[in-house]
């Protein structure tokens, strides 16, 4: 049985056939003997036994008449001929039945219940190949389709899932560069109307207007490019500690006021040039500086440091702390606390663009809860 499994469909019916025609063959000549034998013995029973005396050609001729017409032997002469077609075909509905039931019946099967998963978009399933022929072949490159379809499906839904990470991303760090230049044109805004705009604060607004708005083209720029949030590059560059530490000071200010809420800004290290990128150190700060003003009560303290190959900001608020669902899942994407009105308002994005961001910098990102509220330590190595 297993051989004929492992068979070609041509090989395996053209055994199955030669082996239920070869009994029907047997079959038949067993049935033409018995016929014969059956026809010998109910004409000798017939047939009379020849007197002494003899019996004239007449009486002879009308023995053998009675034998020639008795219903038994015509009977058994119609059977010599019947059976073996009988038998033939027989055989062939046989044959038929034991190829199909065999050869067909389980690898249609499989088929057929494979193609009703994949109408009804269910991909996770194995299909068997259940013989080594044709349609064991078939099966084995059905399988080969299905798992090529649910790979398929995998990499669009891990690509729309990129693509949903790096719009709310976008989104996400879009918020702060322009709340600086709202913020910015306010104080424009109001120094014109109270007449105390100098050509130097002035000056001072306008460069920072200028400096966020070219930021917002380069990031718009990177984000259009980038597949994902991962192929955002890390481009060091040469700058002045003093100054970085400055324009933060600055930007993180006009987002406190636009807040409502205070800060405190500190910053040591020494005054040299250290090799960073400029855009990853300021969004990650906004972004955390940002996540905390939204949660302090009344005040954020921030701490700058630069020394031993490396900047650390520490961003720490008066608020309730952060939640187990973030300090447990460890800085995920889409990351929010069980609070609808922040849920409808954010994305959940800031922390996570924060580590990656890190990372790309060689440096990490650490939450944790402190009596007084919530602390955040980002470290960047240069």
Known sequence: MERLKSMSLKKSFFTIITLFLLAAVTLSTVSFI???????????????????????SADFTVQTDEIEVDWRIQFLNILQIALPILFVITALLLADMVFYRMKLKKPFAILQSGVERIQRQDLDFTVEKYADD??????????????EL??????????????????AAFSHDLRNPVTVLKGSAKILQTGLEKGLL??????????????????????????????KLEELQCTPQFIDWSVLANELNASLSILSASAGKEIQFTHSGDNRQICVDKY?????????????????????????????????LVVADDGSGFSPTILNREVAPFLR????????????????ICRLLCEKHGGTLM????????KVTATFYF
């Open 150 to 167: 649910l790979k398929n499906n995998r990499e669009m839904w891990r690509q729309m899932e990129e693509r949903k990470r790096l719009n």
């Open 198 to 227: 100098t050509a130097e604060n002035a000056g001072d607004t306008i460069s920072l207007i200028t400096q966020y708005s070219g930021r917002i083209e380069t990031y718009i720029e990177a984000m259009t490019s980038a597949q």
């Open 337 to 352: 606390d069980n609070n609808t009105a922040e849920q409808e308002t954010h994305f959940g994005m800031g922390l996570y």
């Open 367 to 374: 939450l944790e809860n402190t009596p007084d509220g919530a």
């Open 134 to 147: 044709e349609l064991g072949a078939l099966c084995a490159a059905f399988e080969t389709m299905r798992s």
């Open 280 to 312: 990853i150190i300021e969004n990650t700060a906004e972004n955390i500086v940002g996540n905390a003003l939204r949660y302090a009560r009344d005040k954020v303290a921030i701490d700058l440091t630069c020394n031993d190959g490396k900047v650390v």
């Open 34 to 56: 018995c016929c014969m034998k059956l026809n010998h013995n109910i004409a000798s029973s017939i047939q009379f036994t020849v007197d002494d005396d003899g019996m004239s």
